[in-house]
């Protein structure tokens, strides 16, 4: 076995295990820092970290094949997100960006809390995953 394709496999197979480990930290940073600045935005990161250690392991083409949907249209769903959870203030009289919290029992989850910033922080996730992921297959294909 040539000493290119040792190298390759074993990329190959650090990458499948990683991405999912990657993954799961990305989901957890997401609801830890939910709450607090900043925790859509690194989430966002580690996802796009994700995918873009696929795209170098496995190319443009393996990527395409696997996702469906563009990332410009990510980022827009992003920032609908975002600027919708800002302006749910000013529709009851209260400054842009003011959130709230609820706090109750749904059937078959039971008690559970959500903030308004959850939401906030999903469209900042989304933007994020967008936009990196935009950028770095766009530099791959020149």
Do not use: W
Request: proline content about 2%; charged content about 5%; glycine content about 14%.
């Amino acid at each position: 076995m040539s000493r290119k394709r040792l190298n390759n496999l074993i990329m190959t197979y650090v990458a499948t295990r990683m991405v999912y480990l990657v993954l799961i930290f990305s989901l957890y940073l997401f609801f830890a820092g939910h709450n607090a600045p900043g925790g859509g935005f690194i989430a966002g990161l580690m996802t796009a970290a994700a995918i873009v250690l696929v795209y170098v392991t496995f190319g443009s083409n393996f990527l395409q094949s696997q996702l469906y949907y563009d990332f410009r249209i990510l980022m827009g769903i992003g920032l609908l997100f975002s600027f919708g959870c800002g302006m749910g203030g000013v529709l009851f009289g209260l400054p842009f960006l003011t959130h709230t919290f609820f706090a109750g029992s749904l059937p078959l989850l039971g008690h559970i809390e959500l903030a308004t910033a959850t939401i906030f922080d999903f469209g900042v996730y989304l933007v994020v995953v967008g936009g990196t992921v935009t950028i770095i297959t766009s530099i791959g294909e020149n």
